[in-house]
């Protein structure tokens, strides 16, 4: 960006004039180090003058704060300022801190006089996560005025959230606006005594939206690496100030990078659960090393939800609960007993997935539809949902009650698992058993269809076991059209077959990491079922 561009963009007098040098600035006492390496393709189109975020661009010459708003992601993704790990990334301090401090005030402007929609208690608490990290980049300034105005607005706006915290959304949110709190408790000048409020908001809000196991409520990877990201920014706090991190809080932190690492694929990126997609691999991998924390996959996940199988490189991640509740998740996804499997960095067997929290180029319907049971790799009976979706887009009446048991040997791991989604409909309770052998080339399933309830099938309902398949997997019928050749370029090809119906390939599609629809493949193994029930098995054999 050129110097007039970004001498028009500041307008630093201004903010001197509207705010005033006379009083007193406060200070930072402790500048946390993000670690987080941040993205520095997208860290130069910051420089050249653009925000980018999914399919979105926003113009940052003349950027007008109040004429943006404050909803849709690349708008709070603006007021959020967490872009400035990018341009962290791509530029150094000095010549970083003139967009950033330029767009900094440019906010101060449009809203640091009063409480407005860009004091939403989530937005301020990621601002002030951000702004402390990246303190250099945007307090370099000699405009005393703007110094002051940054800081002393800095300060009120932690106030605000010791008030307001609690009134952000249940989940990630709250969380986010109590990090933010907790944050400027230890950084921020005279704030210390806010310190015992803010931790205990804080865990008060992770006890509310975290299970036990460190998943969310939400059960959204995408959401989860979130959580890890908030979390590790509160540690580096907690280290910058020289205070000791409270043990209730490292364990919250350490269990749910546990129940990230618990949705990644062997690619480094995410599975594609509750709307999300496996999103940028070399982000989640800079997360990870950045965090300052380490942690184990979680394998076995009950409030989580995700149960994870892997050997020698073939990874399986299995979704063995129900959906999250309305009041966690508005756009759950009806995928209970789905799965994805990858071979190395190959993926294999995916869901669909979604376009997540970024801004997408697909239609309502279409996003709506990859909610769906029949966008995901399970079973589905009389193409109907195992938990419904209605018309407005909430989640209604089915899955209730998953079980699921785990065992090893040294032959195999087993996860056999159940759910009651289809009994009100079709009286029938869907069982998935699968074992994935201990040298990681057989994983064998079976889908079994069991009578309950009184509301039985007259005559006989359609059923349909889908395998979405990774983009760039190929599928050949074999000649007796019970089984299928996967070839792909990243793993040695993979044998299917299956037993007890027949086998059908079909176009799927699946959402990339950038929220963008790409065409592949599904194997689809189809049949009716009565009112006794009734058993599919089928199996994947690598050849090498």
Request: aromatic share 6%.
């Amino acid at each position: 960006m050129s110097d007039d561009k970004l001498g028009r963009l500041a307008k630093g007098s201004l903010v001197s004039r509207l705010f005033g040098s006379g009083k007193q600035p406060l200070r930072l006492v402790a500048v946390p180090r993000d670690h987080v390496l941040g993205d520095r393709t997208r860290g130069d189109a910051l420089l050249a003058g653009r925000l980018r975020l999914g399919s979105a661009e926003l113009a940052l010459v003349d950027v007008d704060f109040a004429g943006v708003g404050t909803r849709g992601p690349l708008a709070r993704e603006l007021h959020g300022f967490s872009w400035l790990r990018d341009l962290g990334a791509s530029a150094s301090r000095e010549k970083g801190a003139r967009l950033a401090e330029a767009i900094v005030g440019r906010w101060l402007i449009a809203h640091g006089s009063r409480p407005d929609d860009a004091w939403a208690p989530d937005l301020w608490g990621e601002r002030i996560l951000f702004w402390t990290a990246y303190a250099p980049y945007i307090l370099s300034s000699r405009d005393s005025g703007y110094r002051s105005a940054l800081l002393n607005t800095l300060a009120r706006g932690a106030r605000h959230l010791d008030a307001n915290a609690d009134k952000a959304q249940p989940g990630l949110p709250r969380i986010t606006a109590w990090a933010g709190a907790l944050v400027a408790a230890l950084t921020l000048q005279g704030a210390q005594k806010r310190l015992s409020h803010a931790e205990s908001g804080l865990m008060r809000a992770l006890a509310a939206a975290q299970f036990e196991d460190g998943g969310l409520m939400t059960r959204s990877p995408e959401q989860q690496m979130m959580l890890v990201d908030r979390l590790g920014l509160v540690r580096a706090a907690y280290f910058a100030a020289k205070q000791g991190l409270p043990d209730a809080l490292d364990n919250a932190a350490s269990a749910a990078l546990a129940a990230l690492h618990g949705v990644t694929m062997g690619d480094g990126a995410l599975s594609s659960w509750q709307g999300g997609n496996p999103g940028n691999p070399a982000r989640l991998a800079a997360l990870i090393e950045g965090c300052g924390l380490r942690s184990r996959p979680l394998r076995q996940a009950r409030g989580w939800g995700y149960q994870r199988l892997s050997a020698l490189g073939t990874i399986i991640v299995v979704d063995a609960a129900p959906p999250p509740s309305q009041r966690m998740a508005a756009t759950g996804c009806a995928s209970t007993l789905a799965l994805e499997i990858s071979d190395g960095i190959q993926r294999l067997v995916v869901n669909c997935g979604g376009p997540g929290a970024v801004p997408t180029d697909l239609s309502e319907d279409l996003v709506l539809a990859l909610r769906s049971t029949a966008a995901h790799s399970t079973l589905t009976i009389g193409d109907s949902n195992s938990t419904a979706i209605l018309p407005d887009g909430t989640l209604g009446k089915g899955v209730a009650d998953v079980t699921v048991d785990r065992s090893e040997d040294n032959d195999c791991s087993r996860i056999e698992a159940s759910h009651d989604g289809y009994v009100k409909g079709f009286s029938l309770i869907h069982q998935r058993r699968l074992s994935l052998g201990n040298d990681g080339k057989e994983v064998r399933g079976e889908d079994r269809l069991t009578p309950k309830g009184r509301r039985k099938i007259k005559e006989s309902a359609p059923f349909a076991i889908r395998f979405h398949l990774a983009p760039g997997v190929e599928a050949t019928i074999t000649a007796d059209g019970m089984g299928a050749l996967l070839r792909s370029s990243g793993a040695p090809p993979w044998n299917f077959r299956c037993r007890g119906a027949m086998l059908q390939v079909e176009e799927s599609i699946f959402i990339d990491g950038y929220g963008r629809m790409v065409p592949t493949l599904q194997l689809v193994v189809v049949g009716e079922v009565s009112a006794i029930g009734g058993e599919i098995a089928w199996q994947f054999r690598r050849s090498s």
